[in-house]
């Protein structure tokens, strides 16, 4: 069996948030469950780091219909790779932008909890950071700049 193996990673900076990312041997782009975690605001400093909360929210009949809207079944299942042994549950990176579209769809749709609204607010601020990236490097490749 073929372990999914991470060949570079780095950091992606956002304002004053930094997401560990990866690229996998396949050219996958990832992040790892704990970043995206990290980047919607689900987690303290002093909670565990499984992982489990992102399945929590993700697993909400409340946010359900906006979260899976058009969706395959599996898109959100996590992606088990590695760095050297160090085993990581990594998502497709564009996975955190649909979760982030999924809470702002919900969150014009439906009452939200104080919580689920404190993490929709952070999907507003992380699309917003997506977008202003996302200029610069449309930018680049059609100029060539980052060559």
Do not use: W
Not at 25 to 45: C, F, V, W
Not at 53 to 74: C, D, H, M, T, V
């Amino acid at each position: 069996m073929s372990k999914n193996k991470i060949i570079h990673e780095g950091e992606i900076t956002l304002g004053k948030m930094v997401i560990p990312c990866y690229v996998l041997e396949d050219g996958t782009r990832i992040l790892s469950g704990n970043a995206m975690q990290n980047a919607l605001k689900l987690q303290d400093e002093s909670d565990n780091k499984s992982g489990t909360r992102l399945a929590r929210y993700l697993n909400q009949k409340s946010l359900e219909p906006f979260i899976y809207k058009g969706k395959e079944i599996g898109h959100f299942d996590p992606i088990i790779c590695y760095r050297g042994e160090q085993k990581i549950n990594g998502f497709e990176a564009t996975v955190l932008a649909d979760i982030c579209d999924g809470f702002l769809e919900a969150r014009k749709n439906i009452k939200l909890s104080p919580r689920q609204s404190i993490i929709a607010d952070q999907c507003e601020i992380l699309i917003r950071g997506f977008a202003r990236v996302g200029i610069i490097a449309l930018i680049d490749e059609a100029t060539g700049y980052q060559y």
